[in-house]
């Protein structure tokens, strides 16, 4: 009963509610009689215009809707709708069907402009429109990357993402170059491009995805408009100048379909421009480096751009192919060959500390010639996909050689021969078992010889090396042949509980090296004879076994990145020394822990932090007991005792990334500290260095702090961008047999600045000031260093497509005895009608012959002259040809 009685009065109030609603349904029709579909049908009180209800007639023109009969006696049923001229019905407040006929008529749309975004982000993915940071001067995409807010390109062409060098650089999404990418950002026409985009946390090898942590750093993607796609395109440029004689030539030809890609390109000039940082590689995965051992004195180049100071004849030819299958696989070849020839001319002031007395100090005049023939070959197969397999090998050989000759007091010419061979391979296959498990098998086999041959005119040093008689000529003669093979093996997340799995893997690595030194000396009569002194030549073998075992344990959820790393590192080193036939065997058991924690606190924000231990022991460069004449007048070796060092690292980060904002900003802090068994020091015999290692404990702590912010604007088109560091270092010096305590700390700060203040105006401004501070105990020996480089641009565009361009270089260094500024000023003028660019450049206005820079390494200081170019005049034209 007590149900009923709360059931009935609410039944009746629905039914109240019911009865109160009004239902109007009917159908709308043209003229003709033909229903009109998703015409807007509502009922409005008629004196207040407020809505009461609405609906939209189907395709065949029914509507129906109601609304609750509150309103007065009379309301406005109102049709209107896209193409419908608006109608308005006094009705009644009643339930009823009614029809409507309306009038058709056209409608003019007011102008409705869509900005597409600067930059987004989908999942890992943020994308730049190309266009949105693209002058009309910009020519190639590199260019325009270095007007990207979180992209910066180094001043060696590396390109790095939020602080970070990325690892790969695709081309619609495939692999061209290998790790050679100036090859594409100097040569793809920028308005060919239609998005870059960042790959975050980017893992090459498909197989990989979700079986090992996120890689903490990015791909580059270049995603191409449609109408560059499949045809055929030519940059090309022709430059020709004056004051001296000078050229610069370029053809680019480039093809991009969806399963096959080419760039090939001749580049040749005398200008100053370096060819050889276009093919260079910036994959950190080269993994088989070679020795060099001998050197020619030659003037130091200035760390300015090399167009001011380089003198040269180069020209660089390169072939670079990939074809794609329709089963994901990929066959790449990349060809490059460089020569050039080099000439450098300057003077040096070189102030060496010696302990109790005054500084000695080696005053050089050097002039020296160089010709480089340098040739890389690289095959490789991928099929990159769920099981991945891939193979690589790669063919490196150089000839170099150098002629240099340095006067300081007297005349010394010096030939240096430097031919070098490489061949390495790299085997690498994954196996997918499922989502979470798998297995890797990869090996790795190199081969290195690099024979090297130093002639110095005339004999010096004839009390040390030749028992005091005299002779006319000393040639140094080194080998290093080097073998290397590494296996690895690991099964990936085969024991998982949770969010945490456990991926073990072997390590299985072999190392030979024959190392080899003789000198020899030329008597008056013309002679040849070896200097068979065992303190003056080298003949060893050196061979080395590693075996790691590892139980990585990974941690990973939505928010967190946790790897624990434990291996256990078994090295065995057996060392043959033949001249002295000696034989030495040494092995060491290493447990190196590591571990590496990300939190992803939000889509913005990242926290980072790492801890390591490692154990390092060195190899025959570090072992060799005989003396070797590295320069004119350097001669060092090694103790004949195995180097070995172990080390503490660890750092903590913050990265933070706003996309719709344009906002970049990161902060690290690094601390490491290291002990060696072995402290180098350095002797004099009137200028010759000897320099050889003592056995004592050798500690060293260094902290590093940086940040970096880039925040991007669409006011004025306005980026800025920041970057500061500041360093502390502790060590030991040994000098003149003399033990030093030395410190130094050192603050940086360099930013940039791009933007257009007014619709004919672009300007770059880029400024980098550190400043360093040392000391030297026992010594009273301070030492203060300051620098400031500023660089601004600026384009102004004229009528009838001109544009003049303004350049101004400055530098200043406070260590400098003679002039502590120099200045640069550059003009030209560019013409562009459609894809053609033709330009005009007066460049060192100012004539500035001489460079003068200043530094030092710890207790020793350098001055250096540099010879710069000369004011000249060029004109190029570059032309696009589709």
């Known amino acids: 009963m007590k149900l009923k009685r709360l059931f009935f009065p609410l039944f009746l109030v629905s039914l109240v509610n019911i009865q109160a609603q009004t239902v109007i349904q009917g159908r709308i029709r043209n003229a003709a009689g033909k229903g009109v579909g998703s015409a807007s049908v509502s009922i409005r009180n008629s004196a207040t215009k407020t809505i009461l209800g609405y609906a939209f007639s189907n395709e065949t023109g029914a509507y129906k809707l109601t609304h609750q009969n509150a309103a007065p006696d009379s309301v406005n049923l109102v049709v209107s709708g896209l193409n419908i001229e608006t109608k308005t019905v006094r009705i009644k407040n009643v339930s009823q ?45 590199g260019d325009v990357l270095k007007k990207m807010p979180g992209i910066t390109v180094d001043k060696d062409g590396g390109i790095l993402w939020q602080g970070k060098y990325i690892n790969t650089f695709y081309i619609e999404n495939l692999n061209l170059l290998k790790g050679r990418y100036g090859i594409a950002t100097n040569n793809v026409a ?140 990929t066959v790449t070849v990349n060809l490059a060959y460089l020569n050039s020839q080099e000439n450098k001319k300057g003077s040096a ?54 002629r240099g000759d340095v006067i300081s007091g007297q005349t010394v010419h010096q030939e240096l021969k430097k031919p070098t061979f490489s061949i390495t391979d790299r085997f690498q296959w994954v196996k997918r078992s499922s989502d979470k498990k798998g297995y890797q098998i990869s090996t790795s086999l190199g081969f290195k010889s690099i024979p090297q041959e130093l002639t110095i005119t005339p004999g010096m040093y004839s009390d040390l090396l030749n028992n005091g008689q005299d002779y006319s000529l000393l040639k140094q003669e080194t080998r290093v042949n080097n073998f290397n093979i590494n296996n690895y093996i690991q099964s ?5 509980f949770d969010d945490f799995s456990l991926s073990p893997n072997v390590e299985l690595n072999g190392e030979y090296r024959n190392l080899t030194s003789q000198m020899h000396v030329q008597d008056n009569a013309g002679m040849m004879k070896a200097i068979e002194t065992d303190s003056m030549r080298n003949n060893l073998d050196w061979t080395r076994y590693n075996a790691k075992v590892d139980l990585p344990l990974s941690y990973r959820n939505s928010f967190w990145d946790i790897r624990l790393s434990l291996p256990i590192n078994f090295n065995y080193i057996a060392i043959n020394n033949k001249i002295k036939n000696d034989k030495q065997n040494l092995s060491r058991l290493y447990f190196q822990p590591r571990l590496n924690i990300m939190y992803h606190a939000t889509a913005k924000l990242d926290l980072s932090a790492r801890y390591g231990y490692n154990n390092s022991m060195g190899d025959v460069m570090s072992f060799y007991p005989g003396y070797i004449l590295s320069s004119y007048r350097s001669l060092s070796r090694k103790a004949g005792q195995i180097y070995e060092s172990q080390s503490n690292e660890g750092g903590i980060g913050v990265d933070y990334k706003d996309i719709i904002n344009l906002l970049f900003m990161g902060t690290s802090v690094s601390y490491s500290h290291s002990k060696d068994n072995l402290l180098y020091g350095q002797n004099f015999q009137g200028i010759l260095s000897v320099n050889s290692p003592v056995e004592r404990e050798n500690i060293k702590n260094e902290m590093d702090i940086g940040a970096n912010i880039t925040k991007g604007f669409d006011w004025k088109r306005l980026t800025i961008n920041l970057r500061s560091g500041y360093g502390i270092s502790l060590s030991k010096i040994l000098q003149e047999n003399e033990l030093m305590d030395y410190s130094s700390k050192g603050l940086s700060v360099c930013g940039s600045i791009t933007c257009k203040p007014i619709e004919i105006i672009n300007l770059e401004y880029r400024s980098n000031w550190s400043k360093s501070h040392s000391i030297i105990s026992n010594s009273g020996n301070t030492r203060d260093y300051s620098s400031w480089t500023n660089n601004l641009k600026l384009d102004i565009d004229l009528p009838k497509d001109f544009i003049i361009t303004g350049v101004f270089e400055h530098y200043y260094n406070s260590a400098s005895t003679t002039n502590k500024n120099l200045s640069f000023i550059d003009l030209g003028l560019t013409y562009i009608w459609n894809r053609t660019h033709i330009s005009l450049d007066w460049n060192n206005i100012l004539n500035t012959t001489n460079y003068v820079t200043y530094y030092y390494d710890g207790i020793n200081s350098f001055q250096n002259t540099y010879r710069i170019r000369p004011a000249t005049i060029i004109l190029k034209v570059s032309l696009q040809i589709k």
């Open 97 to 141: 069907t009614l029809n409507v006929v309306i009038n058709e008529k056209e409608q003019k749309l007011k102008e409705v402009i869509v900005k597409q975004q600067k930059v987004w982000q989908r999942k890992d993915t943020i994308n730049y429109l190309v266009s949105a940071f693209t002058d009309k001067k910009d020519l190639v995409i």
């Open 349 to 402: 002031i070189a102030s060496y500390y010696i302990p109790g007395k005054e500084n000695l100090v080696v005053s050089e005049d050097m002039n020296s010639n160089s010709n480089t023939n340098r040739l890389d070959a690289d095959i490789s197969y991928d099929r990159n996909e769920k099981n991945n397999l891939s193979n690589e090998l790669n063919l490196s050989a150089l000839w170099d050689n150098l």
């Open 190 to 329: 920028a308005n060919d491009v239609a998005t870059v985009q960042v790959l975050e946390h980017h893992e090459p090898v498909k197989a990989l995805e979700g079986l090992v942590p996120p890689s903490p750093t990015a791909a580059i993607n270049l995603k191409l408009k449609d109408e560059a796609k499949g045809k055929l395109t030519f940059m090309t440029k022709l430059g020709l100048g004056a004051a001296p004689v000078q050229w610069e030539n370029e053809l680019a030809a480039m093809i991009f379909a969806k399963k096959f890609h080419n760039i090939t390109t001749y580049k040749g000039n005398n200008a100053g421009v370096d060819l050889s940082q276009e093919i260079n590689s910036f994959n950190s995965s080269v993994r088989f480096n070679g020795d060099n051992m001998l050197q020619v004195n030659t003037a130091t180049s200035p760390g300015i751009d090399s167009k001011r100071y380089l003198f040269n004849n180069s020209n660089v030819l390169t072939v670079n192919t990939i074809a794609k299958t329709d089963s994901n696989e």
């Open 492 to 496: 990936y997340s085969p024991i998982r």
